[in-house]
């Protein structure tokens, strides 16, 4: 199971990666290896504020629908708009071009795991 150290993680199996005031976030190699091949993913226009812990969209398997939960407060700044035409990238390159959305935050995220925190939740 690849949990990269550099980045936060939630216990819904998002993560998250912090560049000033812009994370970007994703779903995890672990959530992505349990839906299975991801076919089709929904995701908020830009503009869209929202608060840590909202739903912001939705990913599809062939297994089954699976909600995406915001880890930080803010402005959705950019979408991965290549999801559109190639979801697959969320299976094969979770931790890179398969990237959901950018939010410009506020605040301090809390209740966010590093990699080793994350590792532990998952053998729960």
């Not at 936060?8 to 998002?14: A, M, N, S, V």
């Not at 779903?27 to 608060?51: F, K, M």
């Amino acid at each position: 199971m690849n949990v990269p150290a550099d980045l936060k993680y939630t216990k819904t199996h998002e993560w998250v990666k912090f560049d000033g005031d812009v994370a970007t976030i994703g779903i995890t190699d672990y959530a992505q290896s349990e839906l299975g091949d991801i076919v089709y993913v929904d995701l908020p226009e830009p503009g869209r504020v929202l608060n840590q812990g909202d739903s912001f969209g939705t990913v599809e398997s062939v297994k089954t629908v699976s909600d995406v939960y915001a880890p930080v407060s803010g402005e959705v700044a950019e979408v991965n708009g290549e999801l559109e035409a190639s979801s697959e990238l969320m299976n094969t390159d979770p931790y890179g071009r398969g990237w959901l959305v950018k939010i410009r935050f506020e605040g301090t995220p809390s209740e966010l795991m590093d990699a080793e925190a994350y590792k532990e939740s998952l053998k729960g």
